[in-house]
T-cell receptor
Framework: LAKTTQPISMDSYEGQEVNITCSHN???????ITWYQQFPSQGPRFIIQ???TKVTNEVASLFIPADRKSSTLSLPRVSLSDTAVYYC????????????FGTGTRLTVIP | GAVVSQHPSWVICKSGTSVKIECRSL??????MFWYRQFPKQSLMLMAT?????????EQGVEKDKFLINHASLTLSTLTVTSAHPEDSSFYIC????????????????FGPGTRLTVL
């Protein structure tokens, strides 16, 4: 069962780039890395998913080193509305393991 | 993107009563649905996996007779909290996944908005 470790909390000023790192030392060959965002009293929302190297979409980038034992979610120029909890999950295509949420990282964006 | 709804969004009930929460996939067929529970300031905890047409699989420590799950169709799963007690007060979230059209994104979960249960 792949386990993830993230910082409990982070603060950032508006307009800055925020990088949240997740450790997953026991990631398996078939596992993908998925990041979710959750606002208070809402269900998590998919942000980005990747397997290796770099993935970019309209809201974030995901950097995955060659050994895949960690990954970094990069949020460019954060705004107050990015204040949320961010979770990384790992799992294979069958969905095994990527059902278990770690502590997540509580990001607070400061004006 | 795929949309998952939950009903009700919040419910308050008396201790000892049963409460049913519905989870619906609105624009796709969900062969598998998941039920999570989240206490304040804590992470999501997987309670059970619900497969259409078969019995749910419960995680260790989750009482299957207390949390009844039914997944009778490809678009609907229900969670019934039986004989609810104040300690069952929590935020219940469902998610759905469509394994048809198998690709690398197929393990993505689509989450519902959650249901806030308060047991008095």
């Amino acid at each position: 069962l792949a386990k993830t470790t993230q910082p409990i909390s982070m603060d950032s000023y508006e307009g800055q780039e925020v990088n949240i790192t997740c450790s997953h030392n026991n990631i398996a060959t078939n596992d993908y890395i998925t990041w979710y965002q959750q606002f208070p009293s809402q269900g998590p929302r998919f942000i980005i998913q990747g397997y290796k190297t770099k993935v970019t979409n309209e809201v974030a980038s995901l950097f995955i080193p060659a050994d895949r034992k960690s990954s970094t979610l990069s949020l460019p120029r954060v705004s107050l509305s990015d204040t949320a909890v961010y979770y990384c999950l790992v799992g294979d295509q069958t969905g095994a393991n990527n059902l278990f949420f770690g502590t997540g990282t509580r990001l607070t964006v400061i004006p | 993107g795929a949309v998952v709804s939950q009903h009700p969004s919040w419910v308050i009930c008396k201790s000892g009563t049963s409460v049913k929460i519905e989870c619906r996939s609105l624009d796709f067929q969900a062969t598998t649905m998941f039920w999570y529970r989240q206490f304040p300031k804590q992470s999501l905890m997987l309670m059970a996996t619900s497969n259409e047409g078969s019995k749910a699989t419960y995680e260790q420590g989750v009482e299957k007779d207390k949390f009844l799950i039914n997944h009778a169709s490809l678009t609907l799963s229900t969670l019934t909290v039986t004989s609810a007690h104040p300690e069952d007060s929590s935020f219940y979230i469902c998610s759905a996944r469509d394994l048809v059209g198998f690709d690398f994104r197929s393990n993505e979960q689509f989450f519902g908005p959650g249901t806030r249960l308060t047991v008095l």
